[in-house]
């Protein structure tokens, strides 16, 4: 007992440390088990989810709504499969619970992998006095066990990882209620009937397809003349006419002007080529992009740099102030979770003196869960032509892929970009079923730096999806066999 | 069936080794643990030993190339019949490295010393001053000669080896000066073959960069595509027989400059071994990062002459009849620097960044000339030794160089050396200072010369020596008391004795 007390002692004045990361998301938790392999006395600095954004409101409980929202799309047509399932329904409560259970279960992992990996937990909101000095405030949430409480800390070096958090653009402020951000559509307390969806990136899209799935009128309003902006403008369009055959109202080059709110919906000003028109929706999901969580940390006064809502930082994500460093979001686009979870690895390693390479943001890989899934890495053909770069395209339609028609997939296409003097892969882009599982494939083989002849070479196996990367790699150079 | 027998990696600084020569003929017989070739690193040569039993086949790599660690120098073939076809075959054979593990090498002799004369000077030849070459030694990281092949070494401990020694890389230094790894893997050129992306090779072959002058900054020494680019952007310096022109021992002009300065013919042009490459680096190291001043005075070495003289005639004879000592004038001074290293402490130190060494005890080197440079052995606490204990030491030693068999921890470190150029009638010099060491004696010819004593005109035998020092360890009165002590101590050899 007294020893046990005695260990509790020692840890509560456990105050100095090699690494302080503010932020346990994908990229702050990450970052401190790698610096606890290398042999760093870490902590880290949660005020509200251990995980973050992506294990709670983010990534992760969004895949556990689409794939709710799949499964209800088989079963809806299984008489095409042969098989007969009667009165499909769904329960939106049980959804959002089974989404939060996933969360919740990830959330404790990442509170074992901390422990396992001897890495402290502080609970609380961080300042940072000084370069090598923290104050943890008390923050709102409650502390998990076992956690460190507010005080003073110490730190030699201090790597923010405090994430994004959704835009707010004036008269479309999120208001909880009728206009939602991804917290609140992501935890619906029953379906709308109509939903306004303002963006069409990666978030906005994969609501739509959750919303729409599940029988929700959703309307797709993007400023830009493309949906998914970030995607290979071909396969853009091929997922907006999947989109639109699903019964999604999509609204390119239009823009959001106004927003009625009445009792239980609202009625949004949309205007598109010069025209204005007003839709009416029960809810409007406000999904215009992310900012940085650059307040409240003590950059100004430290005089840490920023740019607009983001830090600025390095190759090695150094800020402009020593000792002091920015990973994932708060640091800059791509905001993913393997971009932050990554770049920690690199900065951790840089610190450690074992000279990393950068990050190749080129080398990147996207995805996007909707249905059919949108995956990519490396340069679109748009901007490969705006390097002007000389380059060879292959594309292979999931229509011709046996698996593909086997699963009633047959919505998908793959399409390759090479430089046609060295044969470097400068980019893949897919659309169609399970493509976010099959771009690693190209992420490995730019990073090993593989020309068009090792794709060629390589065995894909059959009967898979992958056949078709293949495929559109053999097309590229004349050379498809099953087209 | 046949197993490639590559470059073994000799040591972990060994980027390439010049194949010396074949021990075995094409078409031998080859036991495994036979010595097949011998290797020169940047400091040793080593034997190559067979890794298992054979014939040794072809295509053998021509004596005397250089070649970088993990090639494929020749093979060992199942039968002398296949042996002699495999010679026959014209070109080499893809270079499929074994690991490193299977090749055994150890420390051997170099080529006979024929042309030992300058580096008898050493132990002296009954001149008063013997002498040896102006010091340098190269101070290389390597401890090839006992190194058993080892694969390049792993991890933090292997990226933070602080030697300021010169990689003997054909790179160009600056344009790799930080090598990068991801993880905690060491970037060290692997005893493979050449590794290098897909895409590295199509832009070299199009570029017509030849990747062996490549290091690469990926995974394991892997030559990645920005590698070629940087290759590219700098083509001419970075082909390994120009590679030369860049390294620190250059001086602002390209070889094709220096050339262009003599008639086609009127010379003719001989390739550095890696030991003229590792002087070359760490003498202009020296010079240009360390602050010498130079002090001279002249030593009345009549006593000494008289006493050695004595000691020699009286020493004691070992079975064979032969005296069991034979004192060099050398063998004094080295004991005498050794004490006044002992009587002024501020002198025996070391500068680092963080601060100063200061030593307990006097390791001298002492540059010993061999075949195509020099080394300069230690003689380790040489102020605890007798002068016959030290003269029998560097007899050792400097065998052991000429041959080339020195560990490294026989000649890194010390604190000061000696170079004596006596023995050819060199009547004072300055030397260059062997870093980290923080002096260095240059010692000229002993002679009869008119000296002025008490008015009088009297002839006495002067030995002239010229401490080098390193500023920022010794100033000029510490440098006075050092060369001062060494002074009163040789002058009065009884004082070496006590």
Redesign the interface.
Known sequence: MSMLRMQETSEMAETSFDIVIIGSGPGGYVTAIRAAQ?GFKTAIVERAYLGGICLNWGCIPTKALLRSAEIFHYMQHAKEFGLSAEKVGYDTSAIVKRSRAVSKRLNDGVGFLMKKNKVSVIWGEAFIDAPGKVTVKPSKSEAPKGALGPGSYQAKHIIIATGARPRVLPGIEPDKKLVWTYFEAMVPDRMPKSLLIIGSGAIGIEFASFYRTLGADVTVVEVLPQILPVEDAEIAAVARKSFEKQGIKILTNAKVTKLDKKSDNVIATIEEGGKSQTITSERVISAVGVVGNIENLGLEKLGVKTERDIIAVDQFNKTNVPGIYAIGDVSGPPMLAHKAEHEGVVCI?AI??????PMNKLMIPGCTYCSPQIASVGLTEQAAKEKKQDIRIGRFPFMANGKAIALGEEQGLVKVIFDS????LLGAHMVGAEVTELIQGYVVAMN????E??LMRTVFPHPTLSEAMHEAVLNAYGRALNI | MSEPITMPALSDTMNTGRLVKWVKKLGDAIKKGDTIAEVETDKAVMEVDAFHDGYLAGPLAPEGTEMPVGKVIGYIADSPGEAVAKGAQATPAAPKAAPPETVRAAGVPAQEDEDSKAAAAVVGKGAPAPAAKPPAAPAKTTDAPTAQSTSPQRG?VA??ASLPAQSSSPLPAGEKS???????EA?TSHADRVSA????R??AT?SGVDLAGIQG??PHGRI??ADVEAAKSSKGVMAPAAAEVAAPTGHGMSDQQIRALYPDGSYEIVPHDSMRRIIAQRLVQSNLTIPHFYLTVDCDIGKLLAAREESNRTAPQDKDGKPIWKLSVNDFVIKALALALQRVPDANATWTESGMLKHRHSDVGVAVAIKGGLIAPLVRNAETKSLSVISNEMKELAARARARKLKSEEYLGGASAVSNLGMFAIKDFTAVINPPQATILAVGAGEERPIARSGKIEVATIMTVTLSCDHRVVDGVLGAQLIGAFKALIEQPVLLAV
Request: charged share 30%; net charge negative.
């Open positions: 290398l390693e450690k003196g074992l000279h990393p390479h003097k060295t044969g470097q090993l730096e593989t020309t002849e090792e | 933090e990226r933070s930080a090598p990068k790894a991801p993880g905690e970037r992306s897909p895409l590295a199509r832009l199009d900054s990926g990645v595509a």
